[in-house]
């Protein structure tokens, strides 16, 4: 069994993957509007550019979204993607990718549990943790 984040998103579906595939250093192997597809009758004519699903694979893992049918967007609560990195360098690098334009939870740091370890919302109201275990680097 695999387990993998799927997001929801307000109309802006596809710059947040664009942006987070080139952070995540991902390859976006699916970025499909709804224009051609049989969902293209069910949505508004200002909605078919919107992203009916998108896919990011990241070594063998998978990140996943779609914008939310209009009216129906709810603001992400209740999670953060976690990201498990190998050094603080990276952690650091990833902080300040994410960070800018959204908010921050917790500031990057050192921990009783982590080398580095931060929790920022993004521009786009993903909620993330970054993570970089003690003894990592």
């Not at 070594?59 to 129906?72: E, F, H, I, N």
Request: net charge negative.
């Amino acid at each position: 069994m695999k387990i993998s984040n799927y997001l929801h998103f307000d109309g802006n579906c596809k710059e947040a993957f664009e942006h987070y595939a080139a952070v995540l250093g991902g390859k976006v192997t699916a970025m499909i509007p709804h224009t051609g597809s049989p969902a293209e009758n069910f949505v508004p004519a200002e909605w078919k550019d919107k992203v009916l699903h998108a896919c990011i694979e990241l070594d063998g893992q998978l990140l996943m979204a779609s914008d939310a049918p209009p009216g129906r967007f709810q603001k992400p609560q209740g999670f953060s993607v976690c990201l498990h990195v190998a050094s603080p360098q990276e952690a650091e690098r990833l902080y300040n990718a994410l960070s800018p334009g959204g908010s921050i939870s917790m500031p990057l740091g050192k921990t009783f549990f982590a080398e580095s370890f931060a929790m920022v919302t993004d521009r786009f109201g993903t909620p993330w943790m970054i993570n970089c275990p003690p003894n990592q680097h």
